[in-house]
Every structure is written in C-alpha cells, then in structure tokens.
C-alpha cells in the first residue's frame, strides 16, 4: 500500500514539473510565438481570419494581443492596436468561463464582415446553448472607431459593458455605457435582461444628444 502511494507521489509530482515546464516556457518569445501560430490556424476561416504581432504578457491569466486584425474575403475589416485579456481559468472547473477584463485602447471596425454564401436554405435565428457560462465582468474600449457604413458617417466611442451568458433558462445579462467622443457627445445607456425560456425581455434604453446629434440625423 505504502508503494502505491509513492507511486502516485511521484505521477503527481512529474505533472506538476510538466506543468510548471509548460507555464515557463509560455512566458518565453518562442512559446509566445507558438502560441500565437496556433491560435491564428484554429482561427483562419473567413470573415473573421485572425492575424496578430505578438502576444505579450502573463500567460494564460493576464494576456495583450498586439496588432490584431480580422479579415474577410475583401480584406481586413477590424484592426486593434493591443488587446488585453485577463481570465480566471481554474473558474472552467465550474463551467464558468469568467473574464475579469477586456480591454483595448484603440479598435477601428472599418465595416461589416463579409460571410462566405451559405449553401442551402438557412436556419432562424436561435440564442445559442453554450458549453460553459460566461461572465464577463468588465469591457473597455478607449477608442472605437466606425467607418461610415454604420451610421452614414465616421464615428468614434467610448466604450464599457458588462454581461452574464448563461443557460437557456437564465439567458442573457448585459449592461452597456457608449459615449461619442469626436464631436457632440452623444451617449447611450443599456440594460438588458432577457430569459427566453420565460419569454421575458427587459430593456432599460436612456440616450442624450445636442440637437442635432447622431440620433436626430438617423
């Protein structure tokens, strides 16, 4: 019996040496490099081919992608100049995939994504059941710049929002502060909580502007 624990002693101390071999060689320019390139191949697919620099930071728990661009059929539709990812992953033990913060100092979506056609008739839309909850505690965007195909002319944001995905039952969570920084100063407040299971949706909406204002124009 005293053998089948030092046996087990050792099988648990060699993974913990390979973890902890792993997590170093994480932080180093060539795992960061690997890294990067594996993650551009699972993410290579039309409209959103994903393309980086550089990965920098703690990884996994406190991340910055830099240089980040998504692409099309057509060309690069939303560029990132730096991307920071911070996550609890031991939460996945609880099927929560906790985000404690994304942030981006500036996020330029030129336009709307082009998708491949579809083959065959398409499905209705349907609020997707996913693997794990998501908790997404806090979103910043210094800057969000929109070209002109979203509201008739170029526009820059402030951003910050919050959200809870979770199952069927408890639906979708979500609050959202945007505030126009180029000109005029428009802003907007959203509250959100819908349960689709219980067909309810409740939405809490207050926008202010000048006269004159984005609003007004659409």
């Known amino acids: 019996m005293r053998r089948v624990g030092y046996i087990l002693l050792g099988v648990l101390g060699t993974v913990i040496v390979l973890l902890a071999g792993a997590f170093a060689l994480a932080q180093t320019e060539t795992g960061k ?4 390139a594996q993650l551009e191949s699972a993410v290579s697919d039309p409209p959103a081919r994903l393309q980086a620099q550089a990965i920098e930071g703690l990884v996994p728990f406190d991340m910055q992608l830099v240089g980040l661009r998504l692409s099309d059929q057509q060309g690069v539709w939303l560029e ?7 996550w609890l992953p031991s939460a996945l033990f609880g099927k929560t995939l906790r ?4 942030d981006a100092d ?9 998708s491949p056609p579809s083959q065959g008739e398409s499905a209705p839309p349907q609020f997707p059941k996913l693997p794990v909850n998501i908790d997404l505690r ?4 210094d800057r969000l710049e929109l070209g002109p195909d979203f509201l008739g002319e170029p526009a820059v944001f402030g951003l910050a929002a919050q959200a809870r995905i979770g199952d069927l039952a408890a ?4 609050a959202l502060h945007l505030k126009r920084i180029d ?8 509250d959100l909580d819908y349960r ?6 409740k939405l809490d909406l207050k926008a202010a502007e000048p006269q004159g204002g984005l609003i007004t124009k659409l």
Not at 171 to 174: I, M, T
Not at 196 to 201: I, K, M, N, Y
């Open 196 to 201: 689709p299971e219980s067909d309810s949706l």
């Open 183 to 190: 000109r005029d100063n428009d802003t907007a407040d959203l």
């Open 80 to 86: 990132a100049d730096r991307v920071a990812l911070a």
């Open 99 to 102: 985000i404690d913060g994304i």
């Open 33 to 36: 490099a690997w890294i990067l």
């Open 171 to 174: 639906g979708l969570q979500a």
């Open 106 to 114: 500036r996020l330029a979506v030129h336009r709307a994504p082009v």
């Open 138 to 141: 806090h979103l910043q965007v």
